[in-house]
């Protein structure tokens, strides 16, 4: 569904217009490890969207923009990147009107600069029958990777370097010697001598320049590196105490991330300050979605409930103040817990090991706690990496109907995680996509004070006023092929439910 942007073209480009060095970079992050890209469904005024943000590897780089609308009546896609919140998020640049396919009349593409490392937001507007319609998408940008120069490019610039040097040493001599001589003149000893003199002083300036540009250059690959590092995934230190207290410090990679993201700061993220995820390795028999508490010092404390002893992978999601999603990851060895009864909107999973699914046809179920199951809605082909998707799920009660008594989990008709069998890959998607609810209050909003528990105003659904299908779905992508276990959580008559999917992508 997308082509990726030629990077290398991209480098020589920068460079053969002299502008600021740009070494990519690339651990995945944002709010999802290993899973950059930003997938999103929603409604633009009248007009229902579907928009993929493929992300750049490197800032300032180039985003491709995808917008798919669910109706034939959209006549005019415009994108524009802005800030998330501040000043730039009220005076956008010029928009860019996107490019409506000549297959797909309801496909459009873009492309769009972004400049600035940190929280944005892509904003969407949709013209057409039915009027004018707005979103914003909220857009972790951050560097992912550092690529070494191409040997035969550094070669081409370094001779060109050198010719040009040597050029500027002679044609200062041959100023010096021959220059307001009379044609035909011959060039005096003295100016010979002045000449030598003048090409001496030329090299001498010649190679402090290119000392000076070389050393320009080092500082700005460092501190290009240093981007890089600071959006590693955040270290979760965590620590057992009192038998079954679990304590969560975050800490960053790199030391200016602890000193600029503070754990007091946080903002909520439907309803939660921290989601917690407790996942067993190698198998993925138990997965835990915990909710801990915030305490002084920006210190996140959960008491565990039962858990068995083992090894297990630590994922936390937090929002900064500044609507920037991360997730903070970690190990925790644990002895077997006896703790309380789970409770709120905590829950837990157990089962059998992870396996490959690999017919990549037809539907796949899981079951349910109470009997009823969870049916995936795969279609007839094989699942693609780097291609967006629509996850679909069913929900049946025990006698295999649909199921009637859905109810809003966290305000949201359900809740994914997407983990990758070799753990470089998480992501916690809505029905609305991969964003952060948080931040998508935040680029709708422009304030917290239109942001109602970590969720934009009008988003939060109540189990009195609203009535939820039996089937929940889920805007994403997955990032590259391999193994992946998929948690499916869905909230009836009162109980969270988890239903469990292994897939494999190609």
């Known amino acids: 569904m997308r082509t990726r942007m030629g990077w290398r073209r991209f480098l020589r480009l920068r460079i053969v217009a002299g502008t600021v060095l740009i070494l990519a970079a690339s651990i995945s992050l944002g709010a999802h490890v290993g899973s950059p890209d930003v997938y999103f469904e929603g409604e633009a005024g009248p007009y229902h969207l579907y928009v993929s943000v493929i992300v750049p590897q490197v800032i300032p780089g180039i985003a491709e923009i995808q917008v798919r609308s669910s109706s034939k009546d959209v006549e005019k896609i415009e994108i524009v990147p802005m800030r998330l919140t501040g000043a730039g998020s009220n005076f956008p640049p010029t928009p860019d009107v996107a490019e409506r396919s000549t297959e797909d009349s309801q496909f459009f593409t873009g492309r769009l600069w972004l400049m600035e490392h940190g929280a944005l937001k892509v904003r969407v507007t949709a013209e057409g029958s039915k009027g004018k319609g707005e979103l914003a998408v909220p857009v972790p940008a951050f560097a992912q990777r550092t690529f070494p120069m191409e040997k035969s490019l550094g070669g081409l610039l370094f001779f060109l370097m050198a010719f040009l040097a040597v050029g500027m040493v ?36 010649v190679v402090g320049i290119i000392y000076l540009g070389k050393s320009w250059w080092g500082v700005e690959a460092r501190n290009y590196d240093r981007s890089v590092s600071y959006f590693k995934p955040p270290i979760a ?75 297990y992978e630590v994922f936390a999601d937090v929002v900064d103040k500044n609507g920037f999603p991360w997730t903070l990851v970690g190990q925790a060895d644990l002895p077997a817990i006896n703790g309380p009864q789970l409770a709120g909107d905590d829950s837990v999973w157990s089962g059998p090991a992870l396996t490959a699914m690999t017919g990549g046809a037809g539907s796949a179920s899981a079951p349910l706690a109470d009997g009823g199951k969870l049916v995936w809605e795969r279609g007839s082909g094989p699942l693609l990496a780097n291609t967006a998707l629509t996850l679909k799920f069913k929900i049946e009660d025990k006698d295999g109907q649909p199921a009637k008594d859905g109810e809003p989990y966290m305000g949201m008709a359900g809740h994914a995680e997407i983990v990758s069998s070799d753990l ?62 998929i948690f499916v959580q869905i909230k009836r008559a009162g109980q969270v439910e988890t239903g469990v999917f292994d897939a494999h992508v190609q």
């Open 170 to 205: 002679f044609i200062a001599g041959a100023a010096a010697r021959e220059g307001n001589l009379e044609p035909g003149e011959a060039p005096s000893p003295s100016r010979a001598r002045r000449a030598r003199v003048v090409m001496a002083i030329t090299a001498v300036v």
């Open 237 to 311: 230190e965590t620590s057992l105490e009192n038998g079954n207290r679990l304590v969560i410090r975050a800490k960053g990679q790199d030391p200016e991330w602890s000193e600029n993201v503070k754990m007091e700061e946080v903002i909520p993220d439907h309803n939660h300050l921290m989601h917690l995820f407790l996942i067993s390795t190698p198998g993925m028999e138990q997965m835990f979605h915990l909710h801990p508490e915030r305490r002084d010092g920006g210190v996140f404390v959960d008491e565990l409930p039962n858990v068995p002893a083992g090894h």
């Open 424 to 485: 470089s890959v998480f992501a916690h998607i809505h029905p609305a996509g991969s964003v952060s609810m948080a931040a998508l209050g935040l680029a709708n909003s422009g304030g917290m004070s239109a942001v109602e528990g970590g969720m934009p105003s009008g988003m939060m659904m109540s189990a009195a006023a609203q009535k939820l299908e039996p089937e929940v779905t889920f805007p994403y992508g997955f990032p590259k092929a391999g193994e992946y276990r």
